[in-house]
């Protein structure tokens, strides 16, 4: 349709990798999506929480304040910088 040859040329000018899928359900980063009622949409983790529990290992141990990774506030000072313009978006 119209909307998605928008969206498309405004979000899919370098990868070219968008995907269309059209239907009452859908699949999106884990979860699904049903909008078979109408007003009403049903998310569904189960199958990823389930795959996630399988591939923990047996035994964890340790423990940890936070779930952020430990670098996630360190910086790299040797990093190329952002231009003004892409930085003024965050």
Given at each position: ?90
């Amino acid at each position: 349709t119209d909307v998605i040859e928008v969206l498309r040329n405004r979000y899919d000018k370098f990868t070219k990798s968008m995907s269309v899928t059209r239907g009452k359900v859908h699949e999106y980063l884990g979860m699904v999506l049903d909008f078979n009622r109408i007003g009403k949409v049903k998310i569904d983790m189960t199958s990823f929480v389930d795959k996630m529990i399988a591939e923990m290992p047996d035994e964890m141990f340790g423990e940890a304040a936070t779930p952020a990774a430990s670098y996630l506030f360190s910086i790299n000072k040797d990093c190329e910088k952002l231009s003004e313009e892409k930085s003024s978006i965050f």
